[in-house]
């Protein structure tokens, strides 16, 4: 039985999800995603942990006191482990997808005490990237084309740059609840773009901190994301940990698009 609860933080109220029991598992989405992104997954990982999926703030129903504010990698951070803290206090296993992993890493990175494992699912770091100067000039031109003309060219710039098509989404009829998600999803496109893109690409990981921190820490790229940005990044990211990717089914959201497989590998990684 899913329950929904709500969180108050500074600056913001945070909208959360618990379903499953055992050990906590922290689910956080990227980019304008919000908890919904997981429900196909959350099922099947509930069987093993008590799974907390949420929405970031300024994402769909995270409302923020005042969502003019650049977002900050830190303040995401600093969120998680407020929810970690309410869920008990006991160390966590973290998802992060995307731009969520990106907050994972900064959790494990500023609070390891409340984490024991975080899985980094394709962040996109694109700092640690040999041409990360052009990724970045990039990232400020989808900014800067939503700013003069809008969502749809700004959003067709970014996956430009990050090199996803309409083939790379979840194949199928949509479920009520995917539905449901991608209507809230539509209405965080300009926070995301306007307020998100910058920040999310251009945060450094803490890569010492995550190398000598009690956190195990695990880099996960898409077995069908060949040469996209967010996986090119993840491997600059592993490499400089001095860690091995580990695959997982699907693409950049295997979680919806290969949930029964994706949901067996992440709890195998998750328990090793």
Do not use: W
């Not at 640690?128 to 990724?135: E, N, R, T």
């Not at 998600?181 to 306007?194: I, S, V």
């Not at 600059?236 to 959201?253: K, N, R, S, T, Y």
């Amino acid at each position: 039985m899913k329950k929904t609860e709500t969180l108050q933080a500074p600056g913001a109220r945070l909208y959360y999800e618990v379903q499953g029991s055992g050990p906590v598992l922290l689910m956080i989405p990227g980019g304008p995603t919000d908890a919904g992104i997981f429900a196909a997954v959350t099922p099947l990982l509930a069987e093993h942990f008590t799974v907390v999926p949420y929405d970031p703030r300024g994402n769909s129903r995270s409302v923020p006191d005042d969502p003019a504010l650049e977002q900050d990698i830190d303040v995401h951070g600093d969120d998680a482990a407020r929810l970690v803290a309410e869920l008990g206090g006991e160390p966590a296993y973290v998802f992060g997808s995307s731009g969520g992993a990106q907050i994972a890493l900064n959790l494990a990175a500023r609070h390891p005490d409340l984490v024991r494992v975080v899985v980094a699912h394709e962040p996109p770091c694109v700092r640690l990237l040999p041409d990360a100067d052009q990724v970045a000039a990039g990232m400020e031109e989808v900014a800067s084309t939503y700013e003069r003309e809008g969502v749809p060219a700004g959003m067709q710039k970014f996956n430009e740059l990050i090199g996803m098509s309409e083939e790379d989404a979840p194949q199928g009829p949509p479920s009520p609840e995917q539905q449901e998600m991608f209507g809230r999803l539509m209405g965080n496109l300009g926070y995301f773009l306007g307020k998100g893109v910058r920040p999310i690409s251009t945060y450094r990981p803490d890569v010492e901190a995550l190398r000598s921190g009690s956190p195990r820490i695990v880099v996960g790229i898409g077995e069908s994301t060949e040469g996209q940005l967010a996986r090119r990044s993840a491997i600059a990211l592993a490499e400089q940990a001095g860690l091995e990717p580990v695959v997982f089914p699907g693409g950049h959201g295997g979680f919806a698009d290969a949930p029964e497989a994706f949901a067996a590998r992440l709890a195998e990684v998750l328990r090793a």
